[in-house]
Every structure is written in structure tokens, then in C-alpha cells.
């Protein structure tokens, strides 16, 4: 009982960190989320192996809360093309669920490192990049949006992120509106959140040496925490956000992403 009571305060804390910061830097959360469960879990005595798989699915099943709520605003705005979304969530779907079922295969060492590469490029692209990548006048179609969305599903599958990241920059870059790629980027953490969830039960159920509490690679414990304190601490972010420079705040985040990225990969030297 004392280890879940030090978990609960310890996972209330995270929540309003991890909450105030996405809410700050304007994300979905995963890239902050992921570096706390990887330096917290080794301390909290989750089982090495198990590790990154353990915080890879239960940053997934977080994002699903705050994909409902921001993209049912961003459908009442407007913004959300339905059909347009009905394509890309099929590669989503493609992608996440290959993503989800390979998850168990690596090791927490190859995780760690691809989550670390990962962080990294998106830090130095934020960091460097001005609208310097154009790919076309218009997203693609049919088949090409579907090979495209299951890399985005992929990629976050393996990294514990909603694909957020990867969506919103591809979309513009094929000449979108922002506001319309900013909403097709919150839906798509409907769909990886959920697949890359449902799947990661399934896939864990009978793994060894998970936390109590755990439904399959999902820490039922931490999810039930976070998620309300991510709710209060992220308008918070965002008001904050409201007074500071938007240039200063990408600089912010490229620069921690970076450093995060670079220090996980130190350790696994």
C-alpha cells in the first residue's frame, strides 16, 4: 500500500509537469511524458526488460483524453475535414497496430534508443527549420495518404508519442492550412492512442515482471492519475504560453528535446 500511496503523489506530480508543459509548448505531451517515465522507472523498480515497453503503452493510452478533448474542438471550429480524415486514420490504423505488435520484440535498449533519435531529429527540425521543406501544392491521395499516415502510426507506436509531432509538419509542408493540419494532427491521437492501447493489453497480458496494477503493458495506476491532473495543469501551459515570445518557446522546447535526446542515448553507452 505505501508503494502505491509514493506512486500516486509521485504520478500527481508528473501529471502537472508533464501537463503544464504541453500546455506551454503547445504538444500532445508524449515527448514529455516519455523522458519522466524513462528516468523515473528504473528509481520506482520497473523491471528492466519490460521498461520502455511499460512507458511507451502507457503514454499512448494518456494521450487518448486529451485527443477526445481537443478534437472535438477542433470539429466544432470547423477545422476537421471528415473526409479527408477517414483516409489518413487508415494508415494510422496499418501502422500502429505493426508498431504495437513489434513493440514487445525490442529491447528496452533498442526502444530507449530509437525514442532518443527520435527527440533528437524533432528538437533540431523545430530548432532549424523555417518552411524550408515543401513536398507539393496538395496532400496526396488515396494510396500514397495511406503509406504516408502508417509511417506517422508507426513511428508513434514505437516512440510513445500520438504522431502529433510528425503529422502536423507533413500536412504543411504539402501546402495545408494550418488550422486544418492542426486538427487532423489531434485526431490522429484518437486513432494511435486507441490501437496502439487496445493492443498493448492484449500484447502484455501475460508479460512477466510488470508493476501491480499493470493491465497488460498499460500501468492502469499512473494512467488514472495523470489524466486529470494533465486536464488542470495544461490550460495553465497555455495561458502561460500567451505571454512569451512563440520563437522563444520553439527555441524552448528544440533545445530540451535535444538535451533530453542526447542524455538518454549517454546512458545507454
Not at 36 to 44: G, K, N, S
Not at 65 to 89: C, M, N, Q
Amino acid at each position: 500500500m505505501d508503494d502505491v500511496l509514493l506512486r500516486i503523489v509521485i504520478f500527481i506530480l508528473v501529471g502537472l509537469i508533464s501537463g503544464f508543459f504541453a500546455g506551454l509548448f503547445g504538444i500532445g505531451g508524449g515527448t514529455i511524458r516519455m523522458p519522466i517515465f524513462i528516468y523515473l522507472f528504473p528509481w520506482l523498480g520497473v523491471a528492466h526488460p519490460v521498461m520502455m515497453h511499460v512507458a511507451t503503452a502507457t503514454s499512448m493510452a494518456l494521450v487518448i483524453p486529451s485527443a477526445i478533448s481537443s478534437s472535438r474542438k477542433h470539429y466544432k471550429l470547423g477545422d476537421l475535414d471528415v473526409e479527408f480524415f477517414k483516409t489518413w486514420a487508415v494508415g494510422l490504423l496499418v501502422g500502429v497496430v505493426i508498431g504495437s505488435i513489434l513493440l514487445p520484440f525490442g529491447s528496452t535498449e533498442i526502444l530507449q534508443a530509437l525514442f532518443s533519435i527520435y527527440i533528437v531529429l524533432v528538437g533540431l527540425y523545430i530548432a532549424f527549420n523555417h518552411g524550408r521543406f515543401f513536398f507539393g501544392q496538395r496532400p496526396p491521395e488515396g494510396a500514397k495518404m495511406v503509406g504516408l499516415s502508417s509511417i506517422v502510426g508507426f513511428v508513434a507506436a514505437m516512440t510513445g508519442t500520438s504522431g502529433g509531432t510528425l503529422t502536423t509538419p507533413i500536412l504543411s509542408a504539402f501546402n495545408m492550412r494550418l488550422e486544418r493540419a492542426l486538427a487532423i494532427s489531434a485526431a490522429t491521437g484518437l486513432i494511435t492512442g486507441t490501437a496502439a492501447s487496445i493492443v498493448a493489453i492484449i500484447s502484455g497480458w501475460n508479460a512477466k515482471e510488470l508493476p501491480s496494477y499493470s493491465l497488460g503493458y498499460v500501468d492502469v495506476i499512473i494512467f488514472l492519475v495523470m489524466v486529470p491532473t494533465v486536464m488542470v495543469a495544461a490550460p495553465i501551459g497555455v495561458n502561460v504560453s500567451h505571454k512569451m515570445n512563440e520563437r522563444t518557446l520553439q527555441l524552448t522546447y528544440a533545445v530540451l528535446l535535444i538535451v533530453i535526446g542526447i542524455d538518454l542515448l549517454r546512458r545507454l553507452i
